[in-house]
């Protein structure tokens, strides 16, 4: 195989983001004929697992300068390292996608981590009246960009669907957990009425319905991540079912992994807006790789997964009266729960796993540099 120089370039994501440094990354320079480098904001330039970071400085907090600055800044780090191949993550890096093909005259590659063009439809720093049209502009724009670039790269079917319209390279890299990086024993501990959700806290997300149905019961949720808001915090923290959350703020892998070796239960009660109902949250699969049952909005993307594995049990994530009932009748079942949580956890092993999805990764770099 011939040797690569691989570039990864974020302007939004942190350096310890799962999906680009601790599986794509790390896994790349893992093997001695590639050179891996990531390029990235607000970090410290070093060496790490083999990847040389690249860093510099942007206001990420301020949305339109980090749109306006910081992809400039990136390129001119790429320019500098003349790679084989540039991984782009964000949307905002397609301003630069064909700078880098005509600078560099390397094979360019964006990975499009949601679909967002129906993302755009739900954000909530935009006014409501300008949603729709900023989506069809982006659609647009990304169509008219990946059209000129050299492949995309995507996380469910649906998404890489969308794109294989108007460019012929395609890959599905779903995020799937590595199962060296997220190690977990079996579960001998006692049985324990402790829950679990693990990521962004948004109103989107359930976790108003999620804490009201922790009214008048003994379930215990073990809650880790940041709020979009300080509004929603205060807003979820006056809620009576507050007084069973253990409240753990955003936290490090081993934080992860310990809160969900002391869960029975993780629970993805995503609402059904239109870019949830076709992706596969990370979460999702993070629960199976622990052994986990899981309590999960009923979408028929996510049984594709949950269904065959028999792992999970599904609610309508805005009715807080049916997820308390679902959550009471699994934590009064102890060993069919913690079969539900036997059964995701072979099947991660078996099928949904970073492994498989990194010799797709592979195969499609060099796919690109054949032709």
């Given at each position: 195989m011939k040797r690569l120089k691989i570039c990864h370039i974020t302007t939004v994501h942190n350096e310890g983001d799962i999906r680009i440094f601790h599986k794509m990354c790390v896994s790349l320079a893992a093997n001695p004929l590639n050179q891996v480098y990531l390029i990235i904001p607000n970090a410290t330039s070093r060496n790490e697992k083999g990847v040389e970071i690249l860093s510099f400085v942007s206001d990420t907090e301020n949305r339109k300068v980090r749109i306006k600055k910081a992809g400039q800044k990136a390129l001119e780090l790429a320019n500098e390292l003349k790679a084989d191949i540039y991984h782009l993550h964000d949307p905002e890096l397609l301003t630069i996608a064909r700078k880098l093909k005509k600078q560099i005259g390397a094979k360019v590659v964006f990975d499009s981590h949601e679909d967002v063009p129906k993302q755009l439809l739900d954000k909530i720093w935009i006014p409501a009246y300008q949603r729709k049209l900023l989506s069809r502009v982006y659609e647009r724009y990304e169509r008219f960009v990946c059209a000129r670039i050299d492949g995309v790269i995507s996380v469910t079917p649906i998404i890489c669907n969308r794109f294989?319209?108007?460019?012929?390279?395609?890959?599905?890299?779903?995020?799937?957990?590595?199962?060296?990086?997220?190690?977990?024993?079996?579960?001998?501990?006692?049985?324990?009425?402790?829950?679990?959700?693990?990521?962004?806290?948004?109103?989107?997300?359930?976790?108003?319905?999620?804490?009201?149905?922790?009214?008048?019961?003994?379930?215990?949720?073990?809650?880790?991540?940041?709020?979009?808001?300080?509004?929603?915090?205060?807003?979820?923290?006056?809620?009576?079912?507050?007084?069973?959350?253990?409240?753990?703020?955003?936290?490090?892998?081993?934080?992860?992994?310990d809160i969900l070796e002391k869960s029975e239960i993780g629970v993805v009660t995503l609402h059904p807006t239109k870019s949830y109902v076709e992706s596969y949250p990370i979460k999702l699969f993070e629960y199976m790789a622990a052994g986990i049952a899981i309590l999960a909005s009923d979408f028929p993307l996510w049984r594709t997964i949950t269904d065959p594995a028999e792992c999970a049990n599904y609610v309508d994530p805005k009715n807080s009266l049916e997820i308390q009932r679902v959550l009471l009748k699994m934590l009064d079942t102890p060993s069919e729960t913690r079969q539900m949580g036997t059964n995701g956890k072979i099947a991660v092993q078996m099928i949904y796993n970073w492994k498989s999805e990194f010799e797709k990764l592979q195969a499609f770099y060099h796919k690109l540099i054949e032709n």
């Amino acid at each position: 195989m011939k040797r690569l120089k691989i570039c990864h370039i974020t302007t939004v994501h942190n350096e310890g983001d799962i999906r680009i440094f601790h599986k794509m990354c790390v896994s790349l320079a893992a093997n001695p004929l590639n050179q891996v480098y990531l390029i990235i904001p607000n970090a410290t330039s070093r060496n790490e697992k083999g990847v040389e970071i690249l860093s510099f400085v942007s206001d990420t907090e301020n949305r339109k300068v980090r749109i306006k600055k910081a992809g400039q800044k990136a390129l001119e780090l790429a320019n500098e390292l003349k790679a084989d191949i540039y991984h782009l993550h964000d949307p905002e890096l397609l301003t630069i996608a064909r700078k880098l093909k005509k600078q560099i005259g390397a094979k360019v590659v964006f990975d499009s981590h949601e679909d967002v063009p129906k993302q755009l439809l739900d954000k909530i720093w935009i006014p409501a009246y300008q949603r729709k049209l900023l989506s069809r502009v982006y659609e647009r724009y990304e169509r008219f960009v990946c059209a000129r670039i050299d492949g995309v790269i995507s996380v469910t079917p649906i998404i890489c669907n969308r794109f294989q319209k108007f460019q012929k390279n395609v890959a599905l890299i779903a995020n799937y957990p590595d199962l060296e990086e997220l190690t977990f024993s079996d579960k001998k501990n006692d049985f324990s009425r402790t829950i679990c959700y693990v990521g962004g806290i948004f109103q989107t997300r359930g976790i108003l319905e999620l804490v009201q149905a922790l009214d008048n019961t003994d379930i215990q949720l073990l809650l880790a991540g940041s709020f979009e808001s300080e509004e929603l915090e205060q807003h979820v923290k006056a809620l009576k079912g507050w007084q069973n959350v253990t409240f753990l703020g955003q936290v490090g892998r081993n934080e992860i992994k310990d809160i969900l070796e002391k869960s029975e239960i993780g629970v993805v009660t995503l609402h059904p807006t239109k870019s949830y109902v076709e992706s596969y949250p990370i979460k999702l699969f993070e629960y199976m790789a622990a052994g986990i049952a899981i309590l999960a909005s009923d979408f028929p993307l996510w049984r594709t997964i949950t269904d065959p594995a028999e792992c999970a049990n599904y609610v309508d994530p805005k009715n807080s009266l049916e997820i308390q009932r679902v959550l009471l009748k699994m934590l009064d079942t102890p060993s069919e729960t913690r079969q539900m949580g036997t059964n995701g956890k072979i099947a991660v092993q078996m099928i949904y796993n970073w492994k498989s999805e990194f010799e797709k990764l592979q195969a499609f770099y060099h796919k690109l540099i054949e032709n």
